[in-house]
């Protein structure tokens, strides 16, 4: 087993939603049972302090921040959008996990660690330069990616994300950046209604793979082998970044794809394999959604034990 930090902070269970939201903090505490039953060994709990406003500004734009920043709720909940809610604590733990996301890059830039998962919320794939949605406030692998590139000076950064949602809100920031590939593969026809084929960014730098309702272990395989893995070879990333998402298990209720826990266990390795062959190694990943208490859980532990490996 390889050394792997896990990002994680008690604050994460302090952002509030209303009652039968499915984004709610039960789902960062049935991970966390899973994980100490599990035992890892190989595995280093670490903390992170908060992004500060430089950080955010990488994705963020200053009338965006401030505007979060003055909500201010007391102690009551208030609504952003339709799915989207604030509750006292709700900016510190976007701010923290945005944080442990910074923190985790460094970490295994400086091979303290061979990689690292940031077990994080609210999540943050929705969120757009200057708009909160789909439970999101801050583009945390957007930022990631351009903090990769501006402050550290890494020039080709890849991100995948396999959440079933469409990752809109990155890419909305990575669009016009042609040393940045993102790869989303997304349940069609579904929140946030994007995600085209022909949505390809400014120098065909965004790959989006929208599957059917029906898309199963097989299908999700072949989109893998055929489509993801050629487009990472052909790019030869510096970096990788995962924004792991494990609502498309077939038990998940916000979706309908039929996929399993061993497809997530099955695109890590793969993900390894390209990080291996490119990217010394170097993978973050970052935990977006997954609504099923129980599988999200097992996938999201299976995923984790896979980095480890
Ligand atoms: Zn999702």
Redesign the pocket.
Known sequence: MKKTALYYSTIFLEHLVPEGHPENNNRIKFIIKKIQESNFKNLKFKKAKPANHDILKLGHTESYINWLTQLKPEKEIIKIDQDTFMSPKTLEAAKIGVGCLIDAIDSVLEKRYENAFCLIRP?G?HAEREKAM?FCFFSTIGIGVKYLKKIKKISKIAVVDF???HGNGTQNILWDDPECLFISI?QDKI?PFTGSKNETGIKNNILNIPVSSSSNSTEFRNFVDNIILPRLIKFEPEFLLISA?F??HKDDQ??QTQWEESDFIYITKKLKSIANQFCKDRIVSCL????HLEKLSTCCVSHLKTLME
Do not use: A, N, Q, R
Request: glycine letters at 30%.
């Open positions: 999540p794939h789909g959440d079933v949602h997304h929140f998402g609502d498309g916000l979706s977006e959604g997954g609504y």
